[in-house]
Structures are given as structure tokens and as C-alpha cells.
């Protein structure tokens, strides 16, 4: 009789994934992304002139939404007057997020910080007239937050960077390689500025499709940015010199093979400021979808769009209260936790601690009653509703004297103890997660 019993000990965990890793893992590399692995949750930042008329960032005018002098007209209208970046920092923190990435420039080129490359930002060409990144990564620094950089490769608005709209083009490299030179010197020269000036923790590139690794100097890029900052994190848009991939809205649903990876999403359907949206993802669904990438080894890095005075919308600052409610309350079971068990165990998300002697169950349709667990070989020591000092009783069901095959485990949660979004249970095991993973039988 063939009996397939798995154990998942922490360390077959990490081989595992090490294995699917790509040329630039390491050692040095494992133990920078730490704190990343660790984190969880980020919020996105996107913020540039579109909102001023609330409009597709970049695309709008790429797609041909609008033309492109209406669009670039945007820098008159965009004023920051209301701008509070330890608010932000503060809101930021309060949902329970590790890390904030901001658009340092989006496609359109404009970039919020006073670049000196001759090109847009928002100090010398709105009537912001100030850096704008300077004070919020300060204030970050003030709450613990890591401070992340999205830079845009792409520069739609660089007289000699060769895209434009979706249907014209400006040149072709190869037709005129000095001018792509010119345009190299200058967004290396513009990430070398973020770079020196504000060390971000974490490079969040985007727009690489549009060019080649060699075309983007991307090794120069990662190696420029590790000789100044060698402990910071590069994103995967980077023509494969990145630390960690980005699924982008769309949700995987087998686990990323890539050790690292983050889901960034937005609240409603749009990035930036888009008052015509009213599509808001609800604290539930939000909520589901963030446990559900933790449980696959996955961060979030959920979005929002402040109007162009600086204000975030009512309906976000709602999202990322509830989800810090949540997180205030059940947080252990999310932050410093890994991947927890494989599908077919348990109807819904799990994570486990980094020793794996603690895993987490999370009760899914905000669901109370009976739950059940398949193939854990360990004895239970102990079973908490997390956030509450409520233990539980599980229940052995089917254990066979003379099998190996574990029985099942019910537990009971009572609907007094049911949480507002999702229910928690933290159940202490003997030791390390033994799973059995057969096909049931002798
Ligand atoms: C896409 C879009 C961009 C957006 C980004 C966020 O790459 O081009 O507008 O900022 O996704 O992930």
C-alpha cells in the first residue's frame, strides 16, 4: 500500500521556491527582500496632473482619449493645495500597510519632484511649486513605513523618447541611435536623481514592454541603483532585473512560482483620481482578495488616486480604515506569516507561522458554524478565535485506530464570535505542519 505523507517543514517550503527562482537569487538576495516578504500590504500612490480633470493617467492621451495639449494643459489646474503627506503617511499606516510606493512620474513625464533634467515636474511647471515627494517620504520615515519610488520608463512627453500616442511615433532607434541615446542619459540621469535624493526602499519601474533589457540599460539601471542603495528593492518590470513579479488587477489563481511576488490593484477600476468611477470594491472584498494573496506567499499593493488639491476620496480612506480595523484586530495571522497549506485542505485561505508549528485559518463568506480540515497529521494543542480570547474545542472525526491516514478535524465556531469581515481561528500544532496529501484508503 502506497501511503503519501509530506512534511512541510519551513525549510521545504523555501527550496521549493528557490528552485523556481531566476538568476539573480541569492542569499544576499533573500535576506534583503525580508522585510518585503514580511510586509504584506503596500499602498499604491498614483498621483499626477490627470487628476485634475479625472482622467485616465498617461493612456488618455496615448489612447487618444483627449488631445494632447488638453492633457498637458492639466499642469495649470494642478495645485496640492490641500496636500498633507503625514495625513497620508498617517491613513497609510492606520490601514496596517508595511510600505507605500508613489508615482515619482507617470508615463505623461511629469515628475513630482524638481528634476534637473529640463523636463516637466510639478515645482517649475504647476502651481504646486514644490517637491513633492520630499515631505511625504519624510513622513513615512516618521511612521516606520518603507518608502517606495514607481518610475515610469516610458516618457510619452520626452522629445526624444520615440512613443507617443497609440498610433504615432516620433522615431525609430535604429533609424536615429543617437537620439535614443541622448534619452537614455537622460532617464538614467533621472532615476540616478531619485536615487541619491530620496533612497528609496523599493523601485517600482513600469512601462518596460515598450523596450528591450539592452535597449533599457536594465542591468545598468539595477546596478546604478545597488552601488548607491544596496539593500533596495527592484520590482519585475525591469526586463528581468527585478527582485519579485507584479500580477497587475488580474488575480492568479495557482500560486505565482516566483518566490516573491505582489498583486497591485486598484479600489475602484481606475489608478488615479476618476470621480466618474463609483465601482469601489467593498472592505469585504478587499479584505478577501488581500488574505487570499497572503495565503499564496503573495503581498498587496492596493491603490488610490488623491485629488489633484491632495485629498484622498472619502470612499478610499473608508477602504483602508476598515481593512486597518481588520488588520488591527487579526493582523497576527497576516504580517511576518508565509504561504500557508496547499489547496484541498481547507475551504479557504491559511497561512502559517514562519516555524509552521502555528497555522491559521480563515473562515470564508464571513462564515461561522462548523468548519472543516483535511490531512493535518499533527495533534492540535490549542485552537483561539484570533482577536479574542476565546478558545475552541476541535473535534477528531474518522480517525481509524489501525490507519496512518489522519482523521478530519471539525471545530465548531459559534456565531457570537463571527468578525465583522473574516474570522480568524490560530490553531497551535505539536511541532512543525505534518500534512498528509494521499489519496485516502489503507
Ligand atoms: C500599468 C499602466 C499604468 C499603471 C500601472 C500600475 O502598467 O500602464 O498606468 O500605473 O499599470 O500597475
Known sequence: MKKIFLSFTIFALLQLNLFAQNKINSDSIRSKMQWFADAKLGIFIHWGIYSVNGIDESWSFYNKKISYADYINQLKGFTASKYNPQAWADLIKESGARYAVITTKHHDGVALWPT???????????????DLLKPFYKALDKDGIKRGAYFSLIDWSYPD????????????????????????????????????AYKPDLWWFDGDWEHSAEEWQAQKVRQKILSKNPSAIINGRLQGYGDYVTPEQNFPVSRPKFNWWELCMTTNNNWGYHPDDTNYKTPFEVINIFVDVVSNGGNLLLDIGPKEDGTIPDEQIYILKELGKWNKKNGE????????????????????????????????????GNIMLKGLINKINDVQIVGTTQHLQPKIVGKISWSSVPGLVFIHVPEKYKDEYMTVLKLKLDGPLKLYRGEGGL
Open 116 to 130: 534637473k533634467q529640463n523636463h516637466f515636474n510639478v515645482v517649475d511647471n504647476t502651481p504646486a511649486r514644490k
Open 161 to 196: 523618447y520615440p512613443g507617443f500616442t497609440k498610433d504615432s511615433t516620433r522615431y525609430k532607434i535604429a533609424d536615429e541611435p543617437e537620439r535614443w541615446k541622448k534619452f537614455q542619459h537622460f532617464f538614467q540621469s533621472q532615476i540616478e536623481e531619485v536615487n541619491e
Open 333 to 368: 495571522a497576516i504580517f511576518g506569516t508565509i504561504a500557508g497549506l496547499p489547496q484541498g485542505h481547507f475551504y479557504g485561505a491559511t497561512t502559517l507561522s514562519k516555524d509552521s508549528t502555528t497555522l491559521y485559518l480563515f473562515l470564508p463568506n464571513q462564515q461561522a
